[in-house]
């Protein structure tokens, strides 16, 4: 079975537009796993544009399934992943200017930073994934660093259309078996939505779905509940391909 990690940090964005309590993403965190959801995912930025170090503690003290936190490199952020209490963490470039996440983890350039954070992060029992463009090189320094999970970025194959989606797909394909072969597990995730999602969801060896803004835009209009209910039903009809 495929775990969906439901990624509650546009819940937040809606809420910080008033700078107010609500909408709370941990009670959007806490349906969804009422839904079905297997895991919870939250983004704690260094500029904390939307989730915000209390939400951190919040969720960690409510949820009853997996807490996985995305987290920069910089050391205040790394500081804060290792008393977070979270299942897992998963390293993510991070820049001020950028709307979302937008590229892989630079994995060659950090191996250094890496070689040097995730034993302190494994020392926590804290299991470590690297989100990484679907490529070779950065699959082989992953490993070489001995991260437990990759997280595909699926973000191109998403903008993608037409022949130009299918030879994303056809990356993304080759990305998870060369992942596997390197004995890491193989997490997938950004830009995914309803249409989108079934191809990814046959992916060899995928583990784990990270999605967020598609579930929080549905949820507007279907209500929690439906939106990951819809979309554990789409994960489960790519699965069976
Ligand atoms: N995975 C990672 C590493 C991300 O940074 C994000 C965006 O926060 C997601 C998955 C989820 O992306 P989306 O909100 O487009 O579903």
């Given at each position: 079975m495929i775990r969906l990690h439901v990624n509650v940090d546009h819940v937040a964005t809606l809420r910080q537009a008033r700078r107010g309590a609500r909408p709370d993403p941990v009670e959007w965190a806490l349906q969804a796993e009422d839904a079905g959801a297997h895991g919870i995912t939250c983004h704690l930025r260094r500029d904390r544009r939307h989730f915000q170090d209390d939400d951190l503690r919040r969720v960690r003290e409510r949820i009853r399934t997996l807490l996985n936190l995305e987290s920069s490199l910089h050391p205040e952020m790394i500081a804060i992943a290792l008393e977070s209490g979270a299942d897992e963490v998963c390293l993510v470039p991070e820049n001020?200017?950028?709307?979302?996440?937008?590229?892989?983890?630079d994995v060659v350039r950090e191996r250094a930073r890496l070689a040097e954070v995730i034993p302190r992060l494994r020392a926590k029992g804290i299991a470590v994934s690297l989100f990484v463009d679907p490529e070779p090189d950065p699959l082989a320094a992953a490993a070489e660093v001995e991260a437990e999970y990759v997280e595909l970025h699926t973000g191109c194959y998403a903008n993608a259309s037409g022949e130009e989606r299918d030879a994303e797909l056809e990356r993304l394909v080759a990305a998870a078996e060369r992942a596997h072969a390197l004995g890491l597990k193989v997490n997938a995730g950004h830009g995914l939505d309803y249409d989108n999602v079934e191809p990814v969801a046959r992916l060899p060896h995928l583990r784990e779905l990270n999605i967020g803004h598609a579930m929080v835009g549905r949820a507007v209009f279907v209500g929690v509940e439906r939106a990951v209910k819809e979309m554990l039903a789409r994960i489960e009809a790519g699965a069976r391909g």
């Open positions: 001020r200017q950028e709307i979302t996440t937008e590229g892989g983890l």
